[in-house]
């Protein structure tokens, strides 16, 4: 069982000197009368300038080491003592449990145990070690904790929205508690995605998250948001999490983390939020730390049965070779039949192609037989296409949806805003099965 390290990483950035607090209080002076949003980030980038001379955090690793090879993702939770409970366990479950094997390979969970108390700190130790020992040893899980010598002061700290100090104290630290989960995180993955400690994962969110980063790889965005909850659902490219550290350090105390993040978003010009929808976090808890307010669940997450599939009109078109007597039509039909074929190959598909594009919200593909699951389809993929300018029975370009596990799925879909209509459903065959192939289903949910 991994033990505590005693090794110390070096991470970055804090203030130390009389002066350099003056610098950055005269600074923000600066920046709060300065006119336009240009002129808020060129100052802004003076002070991160100011700043770089500040290198005196150390975080240690509790629990684990950072992985080999850069991943995809990293995971980030912050985590302290709440007096209603800890869901730590229950979300770091939820995170595994919901990610299949493959899934788990791209990503690495790393959590912040920010509560200074070394009772909670040691049961928290020994509950991660035990219960999670496999992700450990696999370098899928690591456990940090930032001293707080290394913190700033939190006493005579500014007052905002008529609160008292114990709630400014809160929010000053736990603004630094993710300053340094994030900055600890910035060079063991391409992205970041920041979640707090009490949520329940929607199974897939990574085959989702990473389906939707492709499609915007070449657009610019800050922020890509997969909860309306807090800080939770929150995608940053780890390039731009030092800026984001830094201003989190900056104004710790100005303000709450959710709100800083509004004002960063708006300094680097995406104002409007670039959200995603169904959600893909909810909240387990029901109050919030202080004065035993509720937490919100965010209304647009699906939990519940979404009824019956819509199947509209559509064509079916396929590469496979079609059993005698086998119709193609059955894949699709909302009744028992099912099409079965005697062979496939890697590349053959069978493409949905809806008459009239849609706004589809879920997928659902079953293939094999209801009694032994015989002729289940082990390798495949669904694709959605959104375009076809060019193709009369096909789309120009598609986006990977998910893979089938043992021969089905069973995903929602998610889409930003303006929720791009699909156009066809592509079951890709990615290597080719041992024997025939039984489609007994694709059904499509739209709004």
Known sequence: ???????????????????????VAWQRARMQISPGRTNHLETFKNMQ???????????????????????????????????????????????????????????????????PD???????????????????????????????KNYLLLKDLKKNFHTT?????????????????????????????????????APGFVTQIATIVSAWANKRWMTLNFSQLGFTGKLFRTRDIPCLVHFLLLFYQEMPYDYLL???????????????????????GNYSFFDSKFKFKDKEIE???????????????????????????????????????????????LTVVLDVPAKVFQVQVLTGSHL???????????ELGYDATNRVNDCDDYILLGLLENGTLNKQVLSNESGKKVKCVRLL??????????VRHINLWIK
């Open 303 to 349: 939990e519940n049965d979404p009824g019956s599939p819509s199947n509209p009109a559509a064509s079916i078109y396929t590469s496979l070779k079609v059993a005698n007597g086998s119709v193609l039509m059955n894949a699709y039909s909302l009744d028992k039949n099912f099409f079965y074929t005697k062979s496939a190959e890697a590349g053959s598909h």
């Open 372 to 382: 032994k699951n015989k002729n289940q389809l082990e390798e495949g993929q669904v």
């Open 118 to 148: 070394p009772k909670w700190l040691g049961q928290m130790i020994s509950s991660i070690s035990t219960l999670f020992k496999p992700y450990i040893q696999t370098r899928q899980l690591v456990v940090i904790n930032t001293p707080l």
């Open 165 to 201: 100090p114990a709630y400014e104290a809160f929010h000053s630290k736990q603004n630094m508690d993710y300053a340094f989960l994030m900055n600890f995180a910035t060079n063991h993955s391409d992205y970041f995605l920041m979640i707090e400690d009490d949520v329940k994962c």
């Open 262 to 284: 509004t004002h960063f978003h708006e300094l680097l010009m995406q104002p409007t939020p670039i959200q995603f929808f169904p959600s893909l976090f909810q909240h387990r």
């Open 49 to 115: 300038k100011n700043l770089e001379l500040l290198k005196n955090v150390n975080s240690r690793i509790l629990i684990g080491a950072p992985p080999m090879k850069k991943k995809l993702l990293t995971i980030g939770i912050s985590s302290v003592q709440h007096p209603s409970g800890s869901y730590l366990l229950d979300t770091l479950q939820s995170l595994f449990f919901a990610s299949s094997t493959s899934e788990q390979k791209h990503f690495i969970v790393l959590v912040h145990l920010a509560d």
């Open 429 to 438: 065959v990615t290597a080719t099965p041992p024997s025939g192939i039984i």
């Open 1 to 23: 069982m991994p033990g505590i390290r005693a090794s110390l990483l070096q991470v970055t950035p804090t203030f130390g000197i009389k002066e350099e607090k003056e610098m």
